[in-house]
């Protein structure tokens, strides 16, 4: 997945840009999405490449969470706890099989 970013405003005197992230798959436009504040010192200022690349490392991260929270989280597979699932918004990958069947456990 590519994700966009821009970048709105450069603070010089506090060292800080503001910066929107968005999906290039996102059903918003980047103009559209909040701005969010960073501090300089959090990115590697070596040179422009550098630069991008830790910056869309955070965006990428800050995505990921958004995404999260509107579709749903991921449940890892345990032992099976309804209350610990009772309330949450989940996403599941849709099944190609029409129907699930029980099976027992074969020892031989």
Known sequence: ???LLKIEEYLPETQ???????????EKPIDEVKALAFDLNNFCL????LFLESLTIRGQEIIDRYEQLQYGE????????????????IES????IKKLLAMRKVEL
């Open 46 to 49: 070596q040179d422009t490449e």
């Open 16 to 26: 800080q840009i503001v910066v929107k992230f968005c999906s290039s798959q996102s």
């Open 74 to 89: 991921s449940i890892e597979n345990g032992p099976l706890d309804i209350d610990s699932l009772s309330g949450r918004v």
């Open 93 to 96: 990958k849709k099944l190609k």
């Open 1 to 3: 997945m590519k994700i």
